[in-house]
Protein backbone atom coordinates (compact mmCIF):
# COMPACT_ATOMS: atom_id res chain seq x y z
CA UNK A 1 0.00 0.00 0.00
CA UNK A 2 1.39 3.37 -1.11
CA UNK A 3 1.79 5.79 1.65
CA UNK A 4 3.05 9.45 2.17
CA UNK A 5 3.46 10.47 5.73
CA UNK A 6 4.32 14.76 5.77
CA UNK A 7 5.67 16.36 8.84
CA UNK A 8 7.45 19.59 9.92
CA UNK A 9 4.77 21.80 9.46
CA UNK A 10 3.59 24.21 12.10
CA UNK A 11 3.57 28.14 13.28
CA UNK A 12 6.76 30.33 12.00
CA UNK A 13 6.99 34.17 11.53
CA UNK A 14 7.35 35.78 8.29
CA UNK A 15 11.05 35.86 7.38
CA UNK A 16 11.42 32.54 9.18
CA UNK A 17 12.31 28.88 7.50
CA UNK A 18 10.74 25.68 7.59
CA UNK A 19 12.05 22.05 6.92
CA UNK A 20 8.86 19.74 5.26
CA UNK A 21 9.58 16.26 5.20
CA UNK A 22 8.01 13.03 3.81
CA UNK A 23 8.60 9.43 4.62
CA UNK A 24 7.23 7.31 1.32
CA UNK A 25 6.53 3.39 1.77
CA UNK A 26 4.75 1.02 -0.12
CA UNK A 27 6.33 1.89 -3.59
CA UNK A 28 9.87 2.25 -5.33
CA UNK A 29 10.09 5.85 -4.14
CA UNK A 30 13.37 5.93 -6.80
CA UNK A 31 11.29 5.53 -9.84
CA UNK A 32 8.76 8.12 -9.79
CA UNK A 33 8.48 12.22 -9.70
CA UNK A 34 7.52 13.77 -6.34
CA UNK A 35 5.88 16.97 -5.86
CA UNK A 36 4.39 19.46 -2.86
CA UNK A 37 1.16 20.96 -3.76
CA UNK A 38 -0.64 22.98 -1.03
CA UNK A 39 -3.93 24.48 -0.10
CA UNK A 40 -4.60 27.32 1.68
CA UNK A 41 -7.37 26.84 4.08
CA UNK A 42 -10.52 26.63 2.66
CA UNK A 43 -8.89 27.30 -0.88
CA UNK A 44 -8.31 25.45 -3.73
CA UNK A 45 -5.65 23.91 -4.84
CA UNK A 46 -2.04 24.49 -6.01
CA UNK A 47 1.03 23.66 -7.09
CA UNK A 48 4.06 24.08 -5.46
CA UNK A 49 7.31 22.17 -6.75
CA UNK A 50 8.71 18.75 -8.99
CA UNK A 51 11.43 17.02 -8.35
CA UNK A 52 12.70 14.18 -11.13
CA UNK A 53 13.22 10.37 -9.88
CA UNK A 54 17.04 10.85 -9.34
CA UNK A 55 16.95 15.19 -8.05
CA UNK A 56 18.61 16.29 -10.99
CA UNK A 57 16.09 18.32 -12.27
CA UNK A 58 13.19 20.99 -10.10
CA UNK A 59 10.85 22.93 -10.98
CA UNK A 60 8.95 26.01 -8.99
CA UNK A 61 5.61 27.70 -8.88
CA UNK A 62 6.91 31.62 -9.86
CA UNK A 63 6.39 32.82 -5.79
CA UNK A 64 8.45 30.11 -4.54
CA UNK A 65 11.58 29.84 -6.43
CA UNK A 66 14.87 31.05 -4.94
CA UNK A 67 12.94 31.06 -1.66
CA UNK A 68 11.86 27.04 -1.32
CA UNK A 69 14.38 24.23 -2.10
CA UNK A 70 12.35 20.54 -3.33
CA UNK A 71 14.64 17.77 -2.88
CA UNK A 72 14.79 14.02 -1.93
CA UNK A 73 17.06 11.22 -1.10
CA UNK A 74 16.30 8.32 -2.46
CA UNK A 75 18.07 5.75 0.03
CA UNK A 76 15.76 6.96 2.83
CA UNK A 77 13.05 7.40 0.61
CA UNK A 78 11.98 10.56 1.75
CA UNK A 79 10.78 13.78 0.45
CA UNK A 80 11.80 17.82 1.61
CA UNK A 81 11.14 20.81 1.22
CA UNK A 82 13.17 23.98 2.87
CA UNK A 83 11.03 26.87 2.64
CA UNK A 84 12.73 30.25 3.55
CA UNK A 85 11.86 33.80 3.41
CA UNK A 86 7.93 32.70 4.50
CA UNK A 87 4.89 34.92 4.04
CA UNK A 88 2.44 35.16 5.53
CA UNK A 89 0.20 34.05 1.93
CA UNK A 90 2.95 30.60 2.34
CA UNK A 91 -0.28 29.69 5.20
CA UNK A 92 -1.36 26.79 3.71
CA UNK A 93 -1.91 22.29 4.03
CA UNK A 94 1.15 21.12 2.36
CA UNK A 95 0.82 17.98 0.36
CA UNK A 96 3.35 15.54 -0.57
CA UNK A 97 2.42 13.91 -3.69
CA UNK A 98 3.49 10.81 -6.26
CA UNK A 99 3.49 12.15 -10.10
CA UNK A 100 2.92 9.23 -12.60
CA UNK A 101 1.04 9.47 -16.34
CA UNK A 102 1.45 13.42 -16.10
CA UNK A 103 -1.14 13.26 -12.92
CA UNK A 104 -1.06 13.22 -9.33
CA UNK A 105 -1.99 9.62 -8.39
CA UNK A 106 -1.03 9.58 -4.21
CA UNK A 107 -1.22 12.13 -1.96
CA UNK A 108 -0.33 12.47 1.61
CA UNK A 109 -2.89 13.42 4.47
CA UNK A 110 -0.99 17.47 4.24
CA UNK A 111 1.12 19.23 7.21
CA UNK A 112 -0.45 22.29 8.30
CA UNK A 113 2.20 25.75 7.92
CA UNK A 114 1.24 28.66 9.27
CA UNK A 115 3.16 31.90 8.87
CA UNK A 116 2.02 34.33 11.23
CA UNK A 117 3.43 37.10 13.47
CA UNK B 1 0.88 30.52 -16.87
CA UNK B 2 -2.19 28.85 -18.71
CA UNK B 3 -5.93 29.37 -17.18
CA UNK B 4 -8.06 26.92 -16.25
CA UNK B 5 -11.61 27.66 -16.50
CA UNK B 6 -14.77 25.56 -14.66
CA UNK B 7 -18.07 25.76 -14.55
CA UNK B 8 -20.51 25.50 -12.62
CA UNK B 9 -18.86 26.68 -9.35
CA UNK B 10 -21.92 24.55 -7.66
CA UNK B 11 -23.47 21.57 -8.75
CA UNK B 12 -26.74 20.24 -6.76
CA UNK B 13 -27.24 16.66 -7.98
CA UNK B 14 -29.84 13.72 -7.09
CA UNK B 15 -28.88 10.71 -6.32
CA UNK B 16 -28.98 8.47 -9.40
CA UNK B 17 -29.04 11.22 -12.01
CA UNK B 18 -25.99 12.44 -13.97
CA UNK B 19 -23.61 15.34 -13.77
CA UNK B 20 -21.23 16.99 -15.98
CA UNK B 21 -18.76 19.63 -15.14
CA UNK B 22 -16.66 21.48 -18.05
CA UNK B 23 -13.15 22.82 -17.67
CA UNK B 24 -11.77 25.05 -20.12
CA UNK B 25 -7.92 25.68 -20.79
CA UNK B 26 -6.64 29.61 -22.40
CA UNK B 27 -4.77 27.39 -24.77
CA UNK B 28 -4.69 23.56 -26.02
CA UNK B 29 -3.76 20.87 -24.11
CA UNK B 30 -3.50 18.40 -26.73
CA UNK B 31 0.08 17.39 -26.53
CA UNK B 32 2.17 15.31 -29.74
CA UNK B 33 1.71 11.83 -28.41
CA UNK B 34 -2.31 12.72 -29.25
CA UNK B 35 -2.80 13.25 -25.17
CA UNK B 36 -4.86 15.80 -23.34
CA UNK B 37 -2.96 16.64 -20.51
CA UNK B 38 -5.91 17.37 -18.18
CA UNK B 39 -6.35 15.46 -15.01
CA UNK B 40 -9.24 15.03 -12.66
CA UNK B 41 -9.33 15.00 -8.89
CA UNK B 42 -11.73 15.24 -6.30
CA UNK B 43 -11.10 16.17 -2.66
CA UNK B 44 -14.04 14.93 -0.28
CA UNK B 45 -14.63 16.51 2.70
CA UNK B 46 -11.60 16.71 5.15
CA UNK B 47 -9.61 14.05 2.85
CA UNK B 48 -6.77 14.79 0.70
CA UNK B 49 -7.38 15.20 -2.60
CA UNK B 50 -7.45 11.69 -5.19
CA UNK B 51 -6.95 11.35 -8.61
CA UNK B 52 -10.03 10.52 -10.89
CA UNK B 53 -9.01 11.13 -14.42
CA UNK B 54 -5.91 11.53 -16.04
CA UNK B 55 -4.28 12.47 -19.66
CA UNK B 56 -7.54 13.53 -20.38
CA UNK B 57 -10.27 10.11 -20.33
CA UNK B 58 -8.02 7.72 -18.46
CA UNK B 59 -9.74 6.34 -14.85
CA UNK B 60 -7.50 6.10 -12.17
CA UNK B 61 -6.90 2.64 -10.69
CA UNK B 62 -9.98 1.78 -8.31
CA UNK B 63 -12.03 4.71 -9.53
CA UNK B 64 -15.47 3.86 -10.12
CA UNK B 65 -16.79 3.45 -14.08
CA UNK B 66 -19.36 6.19 -13.34
CA UNK B 67 -16.70 8.77 -13.64
CA UNK B 68 -15.67 9.57 -17.37
CA UNK B 69 -13.63 12.28 -19.03
CA UNK B 70 -13.74 13.66 -22.50
CA UNK B 71 -12.89 16.36 -24.62
CA UNK B 72 -9.98 17.83 -26.81
CA UNK B 73 -8.33 21.30 -27.10
CA UNK B 74 -9.24 23.45 -24.48
CA UNK B 75 -12.33 22.05 -23.61
CA UNK B 76 -12.84 19.07 -21.18
CA UNK B 77 -15.96 17.30 -19.32
CA UNK B 78 -16.15 15.36 -16.57
CA UNK B 79 -19.22 13.64 -16.13
CA UNK B 80 -20.73 11.69 -13.46
CA UNK B 81 -23.44 9.00 -14.35
CA UNK B 82 -25.41 8.10 -11.48
CA UNK B 83 -24.14 10.11 -8.95
CA UNK B 84 -23.98 8.53 -5.35
CA UNK B 85 -23.78 10.23 -1.56
CA UNK B 86 -19.89 9.20 -1.20
CA UNK B 87 -19.42 11.92 -4.69
CA UNK B 88 -20.17 14.44 -2.88
CA UNK B 89 -16.93 17.49 -2.67
CA UNK B 90 -15.18 19.54 -4.56
CA UNK B 91 -13.44 18.61 -8.44
CA UNK B 92 -10.91 19.99 -10.11
CA UNK B 93 -9.59 20.13 -13.52
CA UNK B 94 -5.78 20.66 -13.52
CA UNK B 95 -3.71 21.01 -16.52
CA UNK B 96 -0.22 18.76 -16.41
CA UNK B 97 1.33 20.15 -19.88
CA UNK B 98 3.78 22.90 -19.29
CA UNK B 99 4.80 24.46 -15.82
CA UNK B 100 3.73 25.77 -13.77
CA UNK B 101 0.73 23.33 -12.90
CA UNK B 102 -2.57 24.85 -12.54
CA UNK B 103 -6.14 23.97 -11.37
CA UNK B 104 -9.74 24.96 -11.82
CA UNK B 105 -11.32 27.10 -9.40
CA UNK B 106 -13.10 23.78 -8.34
CA UNK B 107 -16.75 22.99 -8.74
CA UNK B 108 -18.66 22.15 -4.93
CA UNK B 109 -20.78 19.08 -5.80
CA UNK B 110 -23.38 18.76 -3.47
CA UNK B 111 -26.10 16.16 -2.89
CA UNK B 112 -30.07 18.02 -3.31
Known amino acids: EVQLVESGGGLVQPGGSLRLSCAAS????????MSWLRQAPGKGLEWVAD????????SYMGSVRGRFTISRDNAGNSLYLQMNSLRVEDTAFYYC??????????WGQGTLVTVSS | DIVMTQSPLSLPVTPGESASISCRSS???????????VDWYLQKPGHSPQLLIY???NRASGVPDRFSGSGSGTDFTLQISRVEAEDVGVYYC?????????FGQGTKVEIK
Open chain 1, 97 to 106: VRGDNWAYDY
Open chain 1, 26 to 33: GFTFSRFW
Open chain 1, 51 to 58: IKQDGSEQ
Open chain 2, 27 to 37: QSLLYDTGNNH
Open chain 2, 55 to 57: LGS
Open chain 2, 94 to 102: MQALQYPRT
